[in-house]
């Protein structure tokens, strides 16, 4: 009878060690999709966290690795192993990783959380046989040991960060799930010239999140206050709406920020999405003078009327105001407003301009399971006519965006590596 109880308690314990497990495996599930690692560590077509997916850098093509249990992947990293490369920039060999990999951002996860990620990546994620590939930096640039000199100057240490008494518990979970795992300074915050971003936090000063410069054909814009080219026209319940479907009830989702929103966003809770949007909501504009927009009439009047003199406008009635409409509202969580829109006042117009040229696909989701598509107009606008339009929709309905010129059309038509064709209505929509 002692022998039949001692063994049921054993068994006991080992089910109990057993939900915990699956627990803490849900959890970093969970915390992975809040840090979108499949967006980067999937190439096209691939297994899912397999690796080589390329990314292009100021100095040549990395390629992302294999984190899978496989033993071309994590097989062999203990949780130290795991935890040095994620929030500290460190490979299990001892060399220094590329900051494509944000560890700087990282730094922030706790512990607890990093051991939640560690079982999910060991226990929960299908082992994926595929050797890491080398990058395309040439040499001398592809030496590594300048960048343990670059982590040393600029990665933060690793340090727990608690929650602030003083502050709204909402907004501390959405600065953590910002500055952290979410990463979005890495995208939103502009770079200095040895190429750290500029601010880490809040605290860090008003570059943070304050905008990127071009990387790839397009523009992370800034999550501040700013009403003409940030988020001070946003509500917190639209920015909600925005990150968890794509769309909200004047924009939509373009973009890198399409993948964020498709393997991220809409898998999060209403909590922690209400408490990123409350937190972005507390920045304030980096303008002092900046000014809620004020929509200017003039315009789509002239257009109502049969004017299409202003430079610009003949190729809009043309090809853009059957969706965005002449008076630039455009219709709700369909087709994305102009008037008022911060994207399109933004100093610099490549995103506009790359939307103009390739098009784009408005994703599926959970939620929003519609998905509408713009065409590509590369093949049939010229470069004059491509500036002309853009112009004139970032100058009407009250906006203040500056013009843009044909050579600037033409260098971004150069770069842009995929093959004119007529069909290509692009797959790539509009990120942040």
């Known amino acids: 009878m002692k022998a039949l109880v001692i063994a049921s308690l054993a068994l006991l314990s080992s089910c109990s060690v057993s939900a915990a497990e699956t627990d803490l495996i849900k ?25 080589g997916l390329p990314m292009e850098t100021p100095i040549g093509v990395i390629y992302s690795t294999n984190i899978t249990p496989d033993t071309t992947g994590l ?36 512990d607890s959380d990093m051991q939640a990620l560690y079982a999910y990546f060991m226990k929960g994620v299908e082992p994926v046989a595929q050797a890491n590939k080398d990058s395309d930096i040439p040499w ?18 690793v340090q727990e960060h608690p929650a602030q008494a003083a502050v709204d518990p909402v907004v501390s979970r959405g600065a953590y ?20 971003e500029k601010a880490l936090s809040a605290t860090d000063g008003n570059a943070f999140l304050s905008g990127s410069a071009p990387l790839e054909g397009w523009i992370a814009k ?21 990150l968890k479907t794509g769309r909200s009830d004047r924009s939509a989702v373009f973009g890198g920020m399409s993948d964020v929103v498709v393997h991220s966003m809409q898998y999060m809770s209403q909590e922690d999405l209400t408490a990123i949007a409350r937190y972005l909501k507390s920045l304030p504009a980096v303008d002092p003078k900046d000014q809620p927009h004020q929509y200017d009439k003039q315009v789509a009047e002239a257009l109502w009327k049969g004017d299409d003199s202003k430079p610009g406008a003949s190729v809009y009635i043309d090809n853009c105001a059957a969706c965005h409409r ?23 117009a490549t995103s506009l301009i790359n939307i103009v040229l390739n098009g784009g696909t408005l994703p599926a989701t959970h939620t ?28 009407s309905w009250g906006n203040k965006g500056a013009p843009v010129k044909a050579s600037d059309v033409a260098d971004l038509r150069k770069s842009d590596r995929r093959p004119p064709s007529g069909d290509d209505l692009g797959q790539v929509t509009q990120k942040h």
Do not use: I
């Not at 500036?387 to 929709?393: G, L, R, T």
């Open 27 to 51: 959890q970093g599930e969970y915390l992975a999709r809040a840090g979108d690692c499949v967006a980067c560590h999937t190439a096209k077509g691939g297994k899912p966290f397999a690796g």
């Open 75 to 110: 097989g062999d990293y203990s949780f130290e192993d795991f935890d040095k490369a994620v929030r500290h920039g460190v490979a299990k060999n001892g060399s220094t990783l590329y900051p494509a990999m944000p560890y700087p951002s990282y730094a922030r996860v706790s």
């Open 140 to 157: 001398p640039l592809s030496m590594r040991w300048p960048l343990a000199a670059w982590r040393w100057m600029f990665a933060p240490t």
């Open 177 to 196: 799930l910002v500055e952290g795992l979410g990463h979005c300074g890495a995208c939103h915050t502009p770079r200095a010239l040895t190429m750290q």
């Open 222 to 242: 800034s999550l501040r206050g700013d009403h003409k080219d940030g988020l001070g026209s946003w509500s917190e319940e639209q920015l909600v709406q925005f």
């Open 326 to 348: 002449t008076d630039g509202h455009g219709y709700t969580r369909v087709f994305p407003a102009l008037a008022g829109n911060p994207v399109l006042q933004t100093a610099d």
């Open 368 to 395: 929003a399971p519609s998905t509408f598509t713009m065409p590509a107009f590369a093949w049939r606008l010229s470069d004059q006519e491509v500036a002309d339009v853009v112009s004139f929709v970032r100058g």
